[in-house]
């Protein structure tokens, strides 16, 4: 499930730091898509996860890896977007521990995530973020972020570790 649009700049950057997109069901990917404007993103962002997971879906069953599925978070119109803070207020208790992972707090490429995020996910012309905590139920656990802009361009940010 690749897309064959060339990635933006902005895309490529986050991707050299989260990774390609793969169906390692381990780690982290970044996803690029091109949807008609308007589509609802929770399918589109449920579609990548289940890609992202790959054979392990069907190893542990859809109802282990839809067991922690829910949005999180939804940006509300009209706020200024920062996705940093955004994350780092999430209180939900089962994604908390998993956003300093995902903003690589711990590494040295913790500055350049953030730019990174930012360049994505602050874009003007998102008009729909959303976060959804993921995992299979038992031992893994993490993120995902699914940004689309006005044009229909999407990305998801996968984020899955034990």
């Known amino acids: 499930m690749t897309s064959s649009t060339p990635l933006p700049p902005a895309v490529t950057a986050l991707t050299t730091l989260y990774g390609a997109p793969s169906q390692a069901g381990f ?52 706020i200024q977007p920062d996705i940093v803070a955004e994350l780092k207020a999430i209180a939900d208790s089962a994604a908390v521990n998993y956003v300093p992972i995902l903003l690589l707090e711990e590494t040295d490429d ?30 893994m656990s993490g993120l995902l972020l699914a940004g689309s802009r006005s044009t229909g361009e999407t990305t998801i940010l996968v984020s899955l570790l034990d």
């Open 27 to 78: 780690g982290s990917a970044v996803f690029y898509d091109a949807i008609e404007p308007g589509s609802d993103l929770e399918p589109i962002a449920l579609r990548y996860y289940q890609y992202f997971v790959g054979s392990l879906w069907e190893q542990y069953g859809e109802a282990a890896w839809m067991s922690p599925w829910k949005q999180i978070y939804v940006r509300p119109t009209g």
């Open 110 to 139: 913790y500055a350049k995530a953030q730019q990174a995020l930012a360049t994505v996910f602050n874009h003007p012309q998102v008009t729909d973020l959303r976060v959804y905590a993921i995992g299979d139920g038992a031992a």
